[in-house]
């Protein structure tokens, strides 16, 4: 029997960060978001989290708050009764009015309340693969040596914002690089992945990648400033193109024109969340395509759900989830940690209340 939430709490969190985070033009110096959580008689029943990131989304966490201090009835309806992501896709907490972040949020929650977290834990090793991210701004070489040292299979590093040429000689070197042995740990080849965040034109992209071997480059992340040039891009270098951005405006169920791109990156807080992001899953997996989760410097209550999501659904695909390693602390107990280049997947968490305060409740 689906028991239903006597009510739903919202928390907000201030996180301070370990490492400088870069958004778009600025630095975060913390990271701000919301908790649901969904209650019963018997305690916490579904946790999502609410966090837009400046910089990335329209919205704001302040506009979030207003949104759900306003929601009509029947979303509030559909909220206490979880069992609805369960039996049908489109609930009301699903509908294109709410924010991206905030569908997110409460489909998260609603989906673990019912039953569906569990679901996709059931007779699973739950550790999925994370990409290593590679940040550092003096030494980027020796911050990927030592991803792959710690045990990581992927990194991903990112392109299009510094001298072309001191970005390229990185990529080179990246592709030269043997991983070193770990104990325990066996097929330490490893596969690098790079994000241009539309950084180039087709032209300035073409010559960034002259003569370069890309055999060892899983895909390239949407590098052009015009996603229709990434056809011809594709044909001239040979190399693999992953859209993330231009997801936005397509819809995975009338035929999207993703042209030769042969991966996906999956950013559920931008997508609107479970349902739609269930509907990509579907169309990779249809089409022959890969697909990879990615969180926007979210807590460890998305992280965890992006884990099981991906252990459920995406096995043995490196996941964008490093950003953990950015937050100084985390919103539920035990910490979501990456270790050895894996996140564990705790079945159950309780909420860290030392980073968190009640905002309201129902």
Same mark, same amino acid.
């Given at each position: 029997?689906?028991?239903?939430?006597?009510?739903?709490?919202?928390?907000?969190?201030?996180?301070?960060?370990?490492?400088?985070?870069?958004?778009?033009?600025?630095?975060?110096?913390?990271?701000?978001?919301?908790?649901?959580?969904?209650?019963?008689?018997?305690?916490?029943?579904?946790?999502?989290?609410?966090?837009?990131?400046?910089?990335?989304?329209?919205?704001?966490?302040?506009?979030?708050?207003?949104?759900?201090?306003?929601?009509?009835?029947?979303?509030?309806?559909?909220?206490?009764?979880?069992?609805?992501?369960?039996?049908?896709?489109?609930?009301?907490?699903?509908?294109?009015?709410?924010?991206?972040?905030?569908?997110?949020?409460?489909? /998260?929650?609603?989906?673990?309340?019912?039953?569906?977290?569990?679901? /996709?834990?059931?007779?699973?090793?739950?550790?999925?693969?994370?990409?290593?991210?590679?940040?550092?701004?003096?030494?980027?070489?020796?911050?990927?040596?030592?991803?792959?040292?710690?045990?990581?299979?992927?990194?991903?590093?990112?392109?299009?914002?510094?001298?072309?040429?001191?970005?390229?000689?990185?990529?080179?070197?990246?592709?030269?690089?043997?991983?070193?042995?770990?104990?325990?740990?066996?097929?330490?080849?490893?596969?690098?992945?790079?994000?241009?965040?539309?950084?180039?034109?087709?032209?300035?992209?073409?010559?960034?990648?002259?003569?370069?071997?890309?055999?060892?480059?899983?895909?390239?992340?949407?590098?052009?400033?015009?996603?229709?040039?990434?056809?011809?891009?594709?044909?001239?270098?040979?190399?693999?193109?992953?859209?993330?951005?231009?997801?936005?405006?397509?819809?995975?169920?009338?035929?999207?024109?993703?042209?030769?791109?042969?991966?996906?990156?999956?950013?559920?807080?931008?997508?609107?969340?479970?349902?739609?992001? /269930?509907?990509?899953?579907?169309?990779?997996?249809?089409?022959?395509?890969?697909?990879?989760?990615?969180?926007?410097?979210?807590?460890?209550?998305?992280?965890?759900?992006?884990?099981?999501?991906?252990?459920?659904?995406?096995?043995?695909?490196?996941?964008?989830?490093?950003?953990?390693?950015?937050?100084?602390?985390?919103?539920?107990?035990?910490? /979501?940690?990456?270790?050895?280049?894996?996140?564990?997947?705790?079945?159950?968490?309780?909420?860290?209340?030392?980073?968190?305060?009640?905002?309201?409740?129902?």
């Amino acid at each position: 029997m689906n028991r239903q939430p006597r009510n739903i709490r919202f928390w907000r969190y201030e996180l301070p960060r370990r490492r400088i985070i870069k958004v778009g033009r600025g630095l975060m110096e913390s990271r701000c978001g919301l908790i649901v959580q969904l209650i019963d008689e018997s305690g916490t029943v579904g946790l999502g989290e609410i966090a837009p990131l400046p910089g990335l989304h329209g919205e704001s966490l302040d506009d979030c708050i207003r949104q759900l201090a306003d929601l009509p009835t029947a979303t509030r309806d559909a909220l206490n009764d979880p069992s609805a992501v369960s039996h049908r896709r489109d609930p009301a907490w699903d509908d294109d009015s709410l924010y991206p972040s905030v569908r997110n949020g409460l489909g /998260m929650a609603c989906a673990e309340a019912g039953a569906k977290l569990d679901s /996709m834990l059931s007779n699973r090793e739950m550790v999925v693969p994370v990409a290593g991210l590679v940040t550092a701004r003096h030494d980027p070489l020796q911050e990927a040596v030592g991803l792959l040292q710690s045990g990581f299979t992927t990194l991903k590093v990112k392109v299009g914002r510094k001298d072309p040429s001191e970005e390229r000689e990185l990529i080179d070197q990246l592709l030269e690089l043997e991983a070193p042995a770990v104990p325990g740990i066996e097929n330490r080849s490893f596969r690098l992945r790079l994000d241009g965040n539309r950084a180039w034109s087709l032209d300035d992209a073409l010559r960034f990648f002259d003569g370069l071997n890309g055999d060892r480059i899983e895909y390239l992340e949407e590098p052009l400033r015009c996603p229709q040039d990434h056809d011809v891009f594709v044909q001239k270098t040979g190399l693999r193109i992953a859209l993330d951005e231009t997801l936005v405006d397509l819809n995975p169920n009338s035929d999207p024109p993703i042209g030769r791109a042969t991966a996906l990156v999956l950013k559920p807080a931008v997508l609107g969340g479970f349902g739609v992001v /269930m509907d990509w899953i579907r169309y990779a997996r249809q089409n022959g395509i890969v697909a990879s989760l990615s969180s926007c410097y979210e807590s460890g209550v998305a992280a965890r759900f992006y884990a099981a999501l991906a252990c459920d659904q995406l096995a043995g695909s490196a996941q964008g989830l490093d950003t953990l390693k950015f937050l100084a602390a985390d919103t539920v107990r035990p910490t /979501m940690v990456v270790e050895r280049g894996m996140l564990r997947v705790h079945r159950h968490v309780a909420l860290n209340l030392d980073v968190l305060r009640e905002v309201f409740c129902w």
